[in-house]
């Protein structure tokens, strides 16, 4: 009797989410009432904020766009039972190989040629630093959750010492490299639309947008209709399986920690080649964190990420603008908002799925004459 | 110290005789990441603002920025909300301050730590942190009994080193024997923010013979004030006065200013006095000090007082040059 039923599929990715979702943000409206706001009207503010006042579409896309790029990179390693806690440095160093490309060739290649060898280098250095945390778990056993956490501060040493010494622009003192020249800087959305003549208001918003959706078509194409993916989910389910099915484990995961660094590392195409246009210290400001929850969330499907990217997206563009309205919500209210609508959606994320499995159950299960 | 005090008593006294500007005055100002309670650079400047506020009644619109995109598209919704004076803290803010003020040339910009760049419509305000330094490092060296004085700086960038090389300069000024055993926290902007590791690196300064410990930490220097004080040595202080943070166990602080800075920028924009440019804030221009008060009036001697009063004389006068990190990215000491 006590058994819990399964949860339909349907309920499982559609209504537990927003159910979660709307438990966090009752919660947060609890929190927004005890600092004497009118919740009712910070949600006004945040959706506003995120969508409608001038830009702000195209700054909520832009956040979108990082959180795609981190969330497939924790997805496709949490496919094979991996945890790349890494997605920040493998990003960092990602930004450093587009930067290192731009800096040492933007004055002698056309941008035809640079912005895709700058997008594979991001890709490749950012692959390139999860291949040691891969290769310890791999071959001896290191957990890779460890050693990526390590390996984010490494990334931060290397960016600094780099930045703050020989990549630091002369004559100031603000550790950054100087700016590449134009024909490095991918086109904004305003720069592409306004040449066909469509008029919206400036943002950061960028064609790396469209990079990161082509790149959830990869995924989705790699993890369900190739070889690979097979292996690597198999890898994920059962390793025992796996082994007992002659995929070569160890290559395997290294391979699916790659991707993943490779993900990661694009995030920073968005970033240094899209936004700042030069290398800075923190670009990735933590979106590598924030991937592990928009994976989570979007239950490691690219179709649920891309929901979800959105969703911490609009919470991050439209909290600032609460920001702003409010000098009472400051951004440390902000943390704790978002950091509830984690804890329920991610963290929390099936506390809520016997009762509700039983209650659709006995909906189910209910007689003929009572029409749902 | 004394000449910020001239100033600001000026300050007030044109205030007073001002009329109230134009309407459309509406100040606002864009914290950096350690946010506006640091207890230390950030919260210098909210000092500022909260002056301004207080004698003028003029609301100070803030913000805080957590992340790089925040700091442009914040300046320029609080402008398209009508801000008229801006004050962006901390070198960080740079590049998007220079993006902004080009595309508002009628709104008036400030930035505190920068000196480098060139608009017609902002300010900027630089300290002299490497004097302040040399100061309180001529005060740790004197009062060093064991010959090792310790440094704890937070993120390790251009201008923390930049404490860091005054103050060895001002310590080999005493005796040339000293050891300075230096450390920052971090690389990222956590370290700003990490008392409990500043504590860890204070506490292996000590084990390692210091019994001097100045930090250069913001948030950071709290767990090294605080480690000190608990192993009965002396911490120096840093930004704001923190002799108070704990009594008779803080030798000094350098205070640097930018609560000056931060009033300063928003009360000449209310008097119509803006003008853009580099302002420069040294110990002649009582922008960075060390820190006398009832809480280390016991730790410092006569003979220490007259040392650093007479380093202080020669780096005004010029007869002391103090080495400036920033000038050539280098520490020769």
Redesign the interface.
Known sequence: MSSVPPLPRWADVGLLPIINLVIALLVSGLVVLAVGENPLRAIDIMLQGAFLYEGSLGYTLYYTTNFIFTGLAVSVAFHALLFNIGGEGQAYIGGLGAGLVCLALDAVLPGLVLIPLAIVAAAAFGAGWALAPAWLQAYRGSHVVITTIMFNFIAAGVMVSLLAGPLIKPGQSSPTSRRFSENAQIPDMQEILGAVGIEIARSPLNLSFVLAIAACVFVWLLIWHTRFGYAVRTLGHSPQAAAYAGIRIPRTIIAAMAVSGGLAGLMAVNEVLGVQHRLLLNFTAGYGFTGIAVSLMGRNHPIGIVLASLLFGALYQGGSELDLEFQTITRDMLLVIQGLIILFSGALAYMLNPPLARLIASLAHRPREAPA | MKSAFRLLAAAAVSLAAATVQAADFKPAVVYD?G?KFDKSFNEGVYNGVKRFTEETGIEV??????????RQ??M???I??GATVLLGVG??Q??AITAVAEANPDVQFGIID?F?LDQPNLRQYSFKEHEGSYLVGVAAAMKSESGTVGFVGG?????I??FACGYVQGVKSVSADIQVLQNMT????SAWNDPVKGGELAQSQIDRGADVVYHAAGGTGIGVIQTTADAGKLAIGVDANQNYLAPGKVLTSMVKRVDVAAYQHFADAHKGMFSAGVVQLGLAEGGVDWAVDEYNRDLVSGEIEAAVAAAKEAIISGAITVHNY?ED?SCPF
Not at chain 2, 61 to 70: G, H, L
Not at chain 2, 155 to 159: F, H, K, S, Y
């Open positions: 990441m946010g619109t803030e913000f805080e920025v957590t992340n790089e995109a925040q598209r914040a320029e919704r609080l398209q909300r070198f960080g740079a590049d920068v480098w993120m390790d960038v251009p201008l080193r930049k971090g690389t990222t902007p920033e990215q």
